[in-house]
């Protein structure tokens, strides 16, 4: 019995610290094809992979961090080598379920890009609150890039199925 007096007291003090191990992440990579409009370079179609991570759980009323990362698999990088941080970018992320709107995944940036090699932007966080107990779902809707000086590039979406790429259960 003093043992389980003993590791109580250690797990109220660990929960009372900060000590507990977070929330579990729903994780979930999508792929859509999107048209892109963009300014000083090609325009038309491309496909992404689009990973969005999010709590598993949440509280109603609760901030939540979401994350997200992309990459563009088709077409292939044509540029030069591009140097890390060389673009920035966002992700748009409807909401759906439980709570409405949309939550931008920003701050995102590239690591360094060779010729033929997949494009990525890695990084990206933006914040939600969540009204409503339910599950609250979270779809890729579009993509914007601009390079790390702020001039917009491109902007790419589409106005087909929006794919869900993590899901919220809130109480």
């Not at 019995?1 to 610290?17: C, E, H, Q, S």
């Not at 540029?79 to 949309?102: D, H, I, K, N, W």
Request: charged share 5%; with cysteine.
């Amino acid at each position: 019995m003093k043992t389980l007096t003993r590791f109580a007291t250690i797990a109220a003090v660990a929960a009372g610290l900060g000590l507990v191990a977070p929330v579990a992440a729903e994780a979930g990579t999508v792929s859509v094809t999107w048209g892109c409009g963009t300014i000083g370079g090609p325009a038309g179609t491309k496909t992404f992979e689009i990973t969005v991570t999010a709590p598993a759980t949440a509280t109603a009323g609760q901030a939540v961090t979401v994350h997200a990362d992309l990459t563009q698999v088709a077409p292939a990088w044509a540029g030069g080598t591009a140097p890390a941080g060389q673009f920035t970018g966002y992700v748009v992320l409807e909401l759906g379920g439980a709570a409405s709107g949309r939550v931008n995944a920003t701050g995102m940036t590239n690591p360094v890009v060779q010729p033929g090699t997949l494009f990525r932007l890695t990084g990206g966080t933006g914040q939600v609150t969540l009204p409503a107990a339910g599950p609250v779902t979270l779809a890729t809707s579009s993509y914007v890039l601009y390079y790390s000086t702020g001039t917009f590039i491109s902007s790419c979406g589409g106005s087909g199925a929006k794919p869900v790429a993590a899901t919220i259960q809130v109480s």
